[in-house]
């Protein structure tokens, strides 16, 4: 029997919501259901249908025409609240600036004037690559704004990567910054841009925000600084009506080749979606709240919870620039206090890191004011989920564990937090109005307690419209597996009471703290170096990290393994692709196990990565060194 934790007392009593009558209306009918959460936007031309066409083809609220900007600051301001803040931006070295929705505003549309002079129009896109300064959301609704599409890219990222995303879209405007403060160091952000931009590209303008204040070269006729470029003085730029299906931003997210997917949103849909998970899964009080996402906006977690879900709701954010350890382990409680934050959403990583430093950080800190604490991301084990119900929040806040991917939007499973019990590390149940189901390997859907596939059986609001520029590929990844139904990789399990436990994915992503990598981009980055031959990548277990990327690479005749060289591929890794997907562990082996038909066997390098029993090997042509490899994967975790 797992651990049980009915909703604490005193929060369920003044829960928004306290039963399942959302649910009823959901299920009674679907379309009015999600009708009605969408009337609660502002709407330029009301909608004549709410859904039309399949899973692969779905319009929502067609006819209708919005603007997502103006969802979120106008229609605030105009309701007497621009005084609220949207924003309290927490930035490194002791920067801090409050924001509010009418400050917000008036900045948003001094920069579509300028993204506007610089040619922008509906339909373009503008990439992003931006620190978690305040100009970022604030580019972000300038594009919205214009009904122009953006694309944001994390900084955490390489100059390669920048440059993929930046083609396939055909962005024709960057926004970057000098750099990005990170633990006491500069991310060379304008630098890596450069390199992202050499030679043939289709960016002709770039916007430079000051963050840093370092050196940077800027390029005559294409580069001009943020603080220059944008006017000085209020400029009425009107929000621009979209149609409800206008492609709102891009996201890449890693598939299972080495080629990200430019993951489509669009907007009426989109906005809904995340407007009222955010209420629900949040028991948000716009008025009282202060809510801390603490993701960064380069991930489908800060689009939805930083950016468009928390300001559709007038809500106020705290927009935090720094890591949990800098400059001292308090780092998150210390800012709970400053702003009495009231609801927390971190990833599992974080709170396991947490965890490990020891609560007298959290003890340190008044942290009374939080009510409600959240995760996602990643599966959370149980050991974490009571750290954080007990230590960060006293016993007195629910604790949500969300489910959801990129291509669903926002959220999908959790439990609410005034109505269902918690069990720690289980996702529990679908929100109202979506269609998910567990189901077995033909499809169908599990008649009881049981293990199968996470699938959705009907188009929701916020889900993906496509993969930029691939429409087969949309098909193929998501609607292939189980025709009639949308699958993004993810096992799962039935428990007695109808629980839904999150098993993990059952492709070849790796998660590697709460961040999506494919095996195939790291295989990709290794070879591309001189000395490697061939190259095997797999996820392992990890502590802190959830998982950990563990490398298997056989190097060509002339070089010599050694600690160097392991060293030098991780570097190289780090500079393809980004920091984070840097191998935790490189194994040079002569050979990788293959079968007789020389397919790499990764569910043998995962055993071995894993420190599993390898069972059965005849089956192997190299089967003789695998016993060693185990034995040097033993010794090098
Ligand atoms: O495997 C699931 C895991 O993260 C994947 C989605 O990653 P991404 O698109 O980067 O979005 C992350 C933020 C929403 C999923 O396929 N995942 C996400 N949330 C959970 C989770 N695994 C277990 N429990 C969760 N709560």
Redo the contacts with the bound molecule.
Sequence with gaps: MSDVHPPPADFAARAQIRDTSLHEEALADREAFWARQARSLDWATPFERTVEGDLTDARWFVGGELNAAYNCLDRHVEAGLGDRVAYHWEGENDDRRSITYAQLLDEVQRVAATLRDLGVRRGDRVAIYLPMVPELPVSMLACARLGAAHSVVFGGFSATSLRDRIEDAGCRVLITADGGFRRGGVVPLKDNADEALAGDTPVEHVLVVRRTGAEVRMQDGRDRWYHEAVPAEPVAIPAVPVDSEQLLFLLY?SGTTAKPKGVMHTTGGYLTHVAATTRWTFDLRPDTDVFWCAADIG???GHSYIVYGPLANAATSVLFEGTPDHPGRDRFWEVVERYGVTILYTAPTAIRSFMKWGREHVDAHDVSSLRLLG??????NPAAWVWYRDVVGGGRCPVV???????TGGQMLTPLPGVHAAKPGC?MQPLPGFGVEVVDEHGQPLPGPGDGYLTIRQPWPGMLRGVWGDPQRFRDTYFSRFPGRYF???GARIDEDGDIW?L??VDDVM?VA???ISTAEVESALVSHEAVAEAAVVGRSDETSGQAIAAFVTLRGEHDDGADLEQTLRTHVGKVLGPIAKPKTILFTPDLPKTRSGKIMRRLLRDIAEGRDLGDTTTLANAEMMTELSERAAAAR
């Design positions: 997210t991930w489908v977690t995760t996602v991301g990643e599966p959370i564990d969300t489910w959801w991917q990129t291509e996702a993004a990789g993810d999150i993990g994915r998660n709460g961040h999506r």
